[in-house]
């Protein structure tokens, strides 16, 4: 029986142009509320103008680049939406910032299943992801996957990247499995009106319905890629 999939990494991408990375630092997140005052740092904190992070030492990232902001979280254990702290960063955000020109937001999931043996994951490549053919057999070699399907819609794209990885147990360094990587990304472009006083509405709502694109991703992997 094939598992079904285990989240590991989520992540909301903001997009807007000029982002100005030098002055978003963790004290500026700490005393604006974008972050709790209580939240403790945990690796060297680099600021640029190009590029700034701050890690987290509850599994929270932020990533500024002079076009996007990144609020990604680590998922340990079992996937529950009570778990996620990264809708509450990110309105708090657009409050701080509402007048940057915003054109687009990500919620990107990340995956993966974990197998036994390669024989299974080869099997599972060989008769749940590819389809039939000669080419699934080359010379009495399996081939390897990498591949990237795409599905458009309207409003939005969804993107899901499939990998073959190497899974490392946290707590046993040396210790891995073999695992099939699932990359998604939900992709929607915004035009604001800036001239409204709820401009950023269309935006907040989807910073807060982000549950039903990662509940569609994992829809998608499970009644889809993993059926």
Known sequence: MIPKVQITQLAFVIRAKNHNPSLLTRDFFRINKIVDADWVVTSPVFTTDIISQVVYKNGVTIFIQPDQISFKQSIEGEYSQNQVLLQDLALRYLEVFPDLNYSAMEINSMGHIEFQSQEELDNYI??????PGDWKNFLNKKPSLSATLIYSFEDYQINVSIE???IYDDQKATEKNLGILFAGSIHRD???????????????ERVSLW??????????VNDCLLN
């Open 211 to 220: 549950s039903d694109d990662v509940n569609s991703y994992i829809s998608l």
């Open 190 to 204: 915004f035009i604001l009106d800036h001239n409204s006083e709820d401009k950023l509405k269309p935006l907040k």
């Open 164 to 166: 073959p990885v190497l």
């Open 126 to 131: 060989s008769d749940y992801l590819l389809r």
